[in-house]
């Protein structure tokens, strides 16, 4: 259900939704639903891209201190290449709200299209820069990704996954030409597919 809001009139327990990791070639897409508290507001909220890495930090514990509800969800990348990339977003949304401790009453979904819930909803374009509690699921969602693509380059070394998060960058590229796809990277992706594809035929030339 999408609905004509004016935003300023909106009370409390309105649902904040938006997600991270749409672009990148690799790892989950990550959403975040946050009802924030009118009682304990929260300074300095925005789009998470438009704040530095210390302050998304110290708001992502702030917001799941003082929210008054916060959830942090995803879906795999086994997911996104069985949906595609919207359809995977849309159903990791879905799990942020249905996992909610409180029902909110609305929910506000950055973007132009919302997904399927059981509670009414209404997109916002640009609404991580408008809405705060979507501005604090931006913080969480990004956060919360950011600190698992640091842990993969770990398990994955070569690619730089902690410093472009799994976008593709010509860094990005250029390594998984060289050393092929991992099991995090997308193979519904056109550059990965070219790569296993590139893979493929370097191993049949090599049994030849």
């Known amino acids: ?16 939704v938006d997600e991270v990791g749409r672009g990148p070639l690799c790892g989950p897409v990550v959403t975040a639903a946050v009802i924030l508290d009118p009682a304990r507001p929260i300074r300095g909220l ?5 704040l530095t ?5 110290a708001l992502f514990d702030e917001i799941q ?19 595609n990339i919207l359809h995977a977003t849309m159903l990791a949304m879905q799990r942020a709200v249905e996992g909610l401790s409180v029902t909110p009453k609305l929910a506000l979904i950055d973007g132009n299209r919302c997904p399927k819930l059981s509670v009414p909803s209404a997109p916002v374009i640009g609404g991580d820069a408008e809405v705060p509690a979507i501005a604090a699921a931006s913080i969480l969602a990004k956060v919360s990704r950011d600190r698992e693509m640091q842990a993969l380059d770990l398990i994955y070394p070569g690619y730089g ?15 998984l030409q060289r050393l092929g796809a991992t099991p995090i990277h997308r193979r519904s992706f056109a550059p990965v597919r070219m790569a296993l594809e590139a893979s ?3 191993l049949d030339c090599g049994t030849a």
């Open 53 to 57: 890495e210390a302050r998304r930090e």
């Open 161 to 175: 996954l902690a410093g472009h998060k799994g976008y593709p960058t010509p860094a990005h590229l250029e390594a």
């Open 200 to 202: 493929e035929v370097s």
């Open 65 to 83: 201190e003082k929210a008054l509800a916060w959830c942090i969800a995803r879906a795999e990348v086994d997911e996104i290449d069985r949906l």
């Open 1 to 16: 259900m999408q609905l004509g809001l004016d935003f300023e009139l909106v009370e409390e327990l309105v649902a904040g």
């Open 46 to 50: 925005n789009d998470s891209k438009k």
